[in-house]
Structure formats: structure tokens, C-alpha cells
């Protein structure tokens, strides 16, 4: 008979009850080159007297300086969460192995127990892995829960030597965060093993990886083991057919699965059409679905609506169903497939009508064969594996600037009714719209923005509703000078909300400098944007966003279209001081 630990039970008692306590100088835009240069947050450590986290995301460390914290974090055994996102911008590939080495050395000799490690947006590739070997191999992460590893340049190189770190000794993870690393077939499979001997995974977010059927199967293996599991984000890769049928033989072992994200993986209405059966037949208690941009016929969007709402329980556990970007058939078919799903389902951005009722998919049905003949070479797969997401990012920049330049009318059937004339505006911004917020449009925006209550949110519309203005800035001088303030107020809410790298990466994406995980279209003409941005960098942008805008604004230049690259040479401060 097991006996009850009293003094466990209150000791986890007492822990949860604890005020987290900790050091935080997120973006504070420090260059921390010496230990002299560290000497802040060295003191604010040695004064901590319960150092539970540790948060330096938004400065940049060099080796002394990160040698310096690191003795700091010798005598802090209690540290559990360790927040070092963006933190070697401008560094050489060489500082960052030292200085990670070195920060976990301190850890190690303190005797720390980490519960949380957090590295994303560190672009140190396959050499930083070396770096934190180390670290992952040691006790510090013998308790690890999450281990956040977004938009690190990993490689299939760096993730063999990360799984490789890990297997050795695999933590108990909740949660794994890996996306856009360009992980592709090999680095997913190498990773699936590890995580078969997990067995505690939670969430698993692995999107932009150019991960095809081979590597979703051997995720999806992986993902049994995984009983836990409830939120799986494999958003833009190329899951396809085949890679559903993996999906669907993991569902029955995966009884937790609330949270699926599969836009933008081609699954087409062959894989919609076995995930559909998948999830009637294992009930499947879905809360959030994201399939969209799949090229999913509408006989194939019906059966997958018809699956999720099948049980009664449907209304009430529903929160968020993403068809967007699929066939959905005529109106009445939207109309029904609306109905089913109620406030959950998001149908907007359809990619065509079909007045055909009994439209079979046939043309789909017969790419499918093609692709998933099993003559299929390695050679083509691989050709497929290796496109950048820049050529793909230049073609989607290259379609947005000829659409706006060219005054081309959007197709915009199937958009949801909109509730004033804000959304009017940010749905279609064009200067009649604008015209129609009255004599002083930026406080009606932003009126309609501040009623949102979630930071994430409220950003995304601060920077949509800017660039949407600035848009048309050549073309309107009340719009420029209209986007000047937009672009300061911007700035100031997200300063308000302490959210300043949240906001830099919401700006990258909407000016089309890093590739987005949304599907949302780009609706704003981006030579606008920049000659606007132009005019605002020096007045109302912060030091540190400065910079980073130019650094990728400079690193993107040669790739963009033609029309854009002379747009932005026409700006010599969008390159340089």
C-alpha cells in the first residue's frame, strides 16, 4: 500500500503558493561586450535573494559578459526559469558556443534544477547546439518541462546534435517549441526518437520546418507515445496525404489532442478526408482546428466539418475552426458548413467558389495520384525539401506589390460581414475607406483597437491598421501624415505593455521581412509602408528597432522584386544611419 508523504505534499504546496521572484531586463537593448558592461544585471542576481527566473531577452552578451553573469549564477541553486530569447544579435557564430558553455557552467556548478529554458530567435545554427551539450546532458536539466527552441537556424545538423544531447539523458518535457529551423525529414526523424522516450509531451509546436511525409511519420510514431498530448502545431510543412494517414493511426492513442494546426501543409482533400474520418472515429474532442490554405475541395470541407461536430457536446467545445483559403463551395455551402460550426469557424479568404453541388474533387484526386504514386523518386522529394522560404517569400512579396501597383480589384467574396467602418478600412485599404473614418481617422483607429483586451491581439491590429495606412501614403499626404502617428502611438502602446520585441517581430512580418505563420494575406502596398517608415524611423523608432529593421531590411534587399528594391534605394536611411 503506498504511503502519503506529508512533507512533500507541503513542500509542492508551498512552491505553488510562492511569489515567483526574479531578474528581468528584457529589452533593454543592452550591448554587453565586458564583465564591466554586466555589472547591472550581475548586481540585480547578487541581490536577488530568490533568483526563480532570469529574463535577458533583447540584449546581446558576449563571452566576458556571460562569463561574468554566469559566476553570478553560482550561488542561485533555486533558479527554475531561464529566459534568453533574441539574445546575440550582432554577434559572430564563434562568441555564442563560449558564452553559452559558460552560462551553463554556472548553473551547473550552483546545482540548479531547471524547469524552463528559452533560447528562440538566437540564429546561432548547429554551433550553438555544441554550446549547450553540455547543459542538456547535466543535471540542470534532469527536471526541464520546457524547452523553447523557435527560429534558431538548427539545421537538420543542429537538430541531430540536440537530439543526440538530449537522448542521452531525455528530460521529461511538457513542452517542445522548434519552429521555422529548416529541420526538415532527417532532423524531425532524429528528433522523434527522443521523443518516444519522453512519453510527457504536451505541446509540440514544429512549424515552417520543410518537414515532409517521411518526417511527419516518424513524429507521428513518436506522438503514441505521447499519451498527454494536447496541442501539436506542424503548421507549413508538407504533411500531405500521406502524412495524414501517419496522423490519423497515432489519433487513437492521442485521447488529450484539444489543438491542431496543419494550415498550410498541402493536405488537399484526400489527407482532409482521412483526418476527418480519423477524428469521427476516434471521437475526437477537438477545441481549435487550423486546415487552412490546403487546397481542400468543398465535398472534403464538408465531411471534416460534419466529423468535429458530430458529438453533441460540438457548440460549447468548439472554439476555433480555420477553413480559410480552401474550396468552399457557393454560398449556401459556406452558409451550411457556418452554421455547423457557429461563432467557431473561420471561412473567410476562400480561394474559390464552385456552383457545383456535387463537385467530386476529381482534379484534386487526380494530382494526388500523381504525387503519391509510389514511383515517386528520392531525387524529386529532396528537390522539393531544399526550396528556401526566401524564393517562396520573394514570389509572395513579388504577387502583393504587382496586385497594389497595378490597381488589380482583390477578389473579396466569402469576407465576413464587417461591423463598422474600421474593419471596412482594415479589410480593404483603400483611400475611400479611410475617407470615411471622417476628419480624424487615427483616433477612430485607435479607439477600435484599445478595446482589445490581449497584448498579442492588440499589436497585431496596431501594426495592420499602420501599415494599412502608410500604404497609401504616395498617394495621400492626409494618409502619411496620418501613418506618422499611427506609427508613434504603435511604438507607445507596446512600450506601455513592456512588449517592444513582440512588436518587432509583428513589424518584420507585416513588411513581408520574415515569413509569417499566419495566412492572413498581405493587404497593404508594401512601397507605401517603407516610404513612410522612412519618415518615422528617425523620429518616433526606438534605438534597438532601428536597428533591427535595418538589419533585415539590408540582409532581405537583394532577394525582393525589382519594383521593391528601387522603392527602398530610394530611402538611404531604411539602410543605414
Not at 517521411?214 to 503548421?235: T, W
Not at 507549413?236 to 500521406?242: L, R, S, W
Not at 512588436?503 to 494575406?521: Q, V
Not at 536597428?547 to 525589382?562: D, E, G, Q, V, Y
Amino acid at each position: 500500500m503506498a504511503t502519503f508523504d506529508l512533507k512533500s505534499f507541503s513542500s509542492a504546496l508551498n512552491e505553488t503558493n510562492k511569489v515567483q521572484s526574479g531578474v528581468d531586463f528584457t529589452g533593454k537593448s543592452l550591448k554587453l561586450n565586458t564583465e564591466k558592461d554586466a555589472k547591472d544585471i550581475v548586481a540585480a542576481i547578487s541581490a536577488c535573494p530568490d533568483l526563480y527566473y532570469l529574463t535577458l531577452t533583447g540584449n546581446t552578451l558576449g563571452v566576458a559578459a556571460a562569463e561574468a553573469i554566469a559566476r553570478a549564477l553560482e550561488s542561485h541553486p533555486e533558479l527554475k526559469v531561464a529566459r534568453w530569447s533574441d539574445m546575440f544579435t550582432g554577434r559572430m557564430k564563434t562568441e555564442i558556443p563560449p558564452a553559452l558553455k559558460a552560462l551553463g557552467d554556472g548553473m551547473i556548478a550552483a546545482g540548479a534544477r531547471l524547469k524552463v529554458l528559452d533560447l528562440s530567435d538566437n540564429a546561432f545554427g548547429p554551433i550553438g547546439v555544441e554550446g549547450l551539450a553540455k547543459l542538456l546532458q547535466s543535471e540542470v536539466c534532469s527536471e526541464l518541462e520546457e524547452l523553447r527552441l523557435n527560429n534558431n537556424g538548427l539545421g537538420i545538423t543542429g537538430a541531430r546534435l540536440l537530439a543526440k544531447a538530449l537522448s542521452s539523458r531525455p528530460p521529461r518535457l511538457r513542452v517542445f517549441i522548434a519552429g521555422r529551423n529548416r529541420l526538415e525529414n532527417d532532423g524531425a526523424t532524429a528528433l522523434a526518437l527522443v521523443f518516444q522516450k519522453m512519453g510527457s509531451l504536451e505541446e509540440v509546436a514544429m512549424p515552417q520546418n520543410g518537414i515532409y511525409h517521411v518526417g511527419i511519420s516518424a513524429l507521428s510514431e513518436a506522438f503514441k507515445q505521447n499519451p498527454q498530448l494536447s496541442c501539436l502545431n506542424l503548421n507549413d510543412n508538407t504533411i500531405g496525404p500521406k502524412g495524414a494517414e501517419a496522423v490519423a493511426k497515432a489519433l487513437p492513442r492521442l485521447k488529450n489532442l484539444k489543438a491542431i494546426n496543419f494550415g498550410d501543409c498541402l493536405l488537399k482533400s484526400k489527407g482532409a478526408r482521412t483526418l476527418a474520418k480519423a477524428f469521427k472515429d476516434n471521437s475526437t474532442l477537438l477545441e481549435c482546428l487550423d486546415l487552412s490554405h490546403n487546397e481542400i475541395g468543398r465535398a472534403a470541407c464538408k465531411e471534416l466539418v460534419d466529423a468535429i461536430t458530430m458529438l453533441p457536446d460540438s457548440g460549447e467545445r468548439l472554439a476555433r475552426v480555420v477553413l480559410a483559403g480552401n474550396s468552399l463551395g457557393n454560398a449556401a455551402s459556406k452558409k451550411g458548413m457556418k452554421a455547423q460550426l457557429g461563432t467557431a469557424g473561420e471561412l473567410t479568404d476562400d480561394e474559390g467558389e464552385s456552383g457545383d453541388e456535387d463537385d467530386d474533387d476529381d482534379d484534386d484526386e487526380g494530382t494526388e495520384s500523381e504525387e503519391e504514386s509510389d514511383g515517386e523518386s528520392q531525387d524529386e522529394e529532396n528537390t522539393e525539401d531544399s526550396a528556401t522560404e526566401d524564393a517562396q517569400h520573394s514570389v509572395n512579396i513579388s504577387f502583393n506589390t504587382m496586385a497594389t501597383s497595378n490597381n488589380i480589384t482583390l477578389d473579396t467574396s466569402g469576407m465576413d460581414e464587417v461591423k463598422n467602418d474600421v474593419e471596412r478600412f482594415l479589410k480593404e485599404p483603400m483611400l475611400q475607406n479611410l475617407e470615411r473614418l471622417g476628419s480624424n481617422p487615427v483616433d477612430v483607429i485607435e479607439a477600435h483597437i484599445e478595446s482589445t483586451q490581449d497584448t498579442e491581439e492588440l499589436l497585431t491590429q496596431y501594426v495592420n491598421a499602420t501599415l494599412s495606412v502608410a500604404g497609401l501614403s504616395l498617394n495621400s499626404d492626409k494618409a502619411g501624415d496620418a501613418a506618422q502617428l499611427l506609427f508613434a502611438r504603435t511604438i507607445a502602446a507596446a512600450n506601455k505593455r513592456a512588449a517592444s520585441w513582440p512588436l518587432t517581430e509583428k513589424l518584420l512580418r507585416g513588411l513581408a521581412l520574415i515569413k509569417s505563420e499566419e495566412k492572413s494575406p498581405i493587404r497593404w502596398h508594401l512601397p507605401g509602408c517603407y516610404a513612410a517608415l522612412a519618415r518615422a524611423l528617425p523620429q518616433h523608432f526606438p534605438p534597438a528597432l532601428r536597428s533591427t529593421l535595418r538589419f533585415f531590411i539590408h540582409a532581405k534587399l537583394a532577394s525582393l522584386p525589382a519594383e521593391l528594391r528601387d522603392s527602398l534605394q530610394q530611402h538611404p536611411v531604411l539602410l543605414q544611419d
